[in-house]
């Protein structure tokens, strides 16, 4: 597992979901006020530690897949 992700989980569980709030790490980037890079990166070293994409990336921004979905759901329980 990539340890920098399993250092600050839950910074990056709650990417995670700005990110399927408003569909677009651009505003997941803003929300947080870090750089759009970072929370791609973050995102992207989660997917790589669970196996599987959690985002359909497109021009127009991102999109959950069912793997993403299931991720959120788990998320949202843990913030509530």
Not at 37 to 51: H, M, T
Not at 56 to 79: D, W
Request: glycine share 6%.
């Amino acid at each position: 597992p990539n340890i920098s992700i399993f250092g600050n989980i839950s910074g990056t569980f709650l990417l995670l979901l700005y990110a399927s709030k408003y569909k677009s790490f651009v505003k997941a980037a803003k929300e947080k006020n870090i750089a759009v890079s970072a929370v791609s990166k973050r995102i992207l070293d989660l997917e790589k530690s669970v196996g599987v994409n959690l985002f359909y990336r497109k021009n127009s921004g991102v999109e959950l897949t069912p793997a993403g979905l299931e991720m959120q759901k788990h998320c949202t329980e843990i913030f509530n």
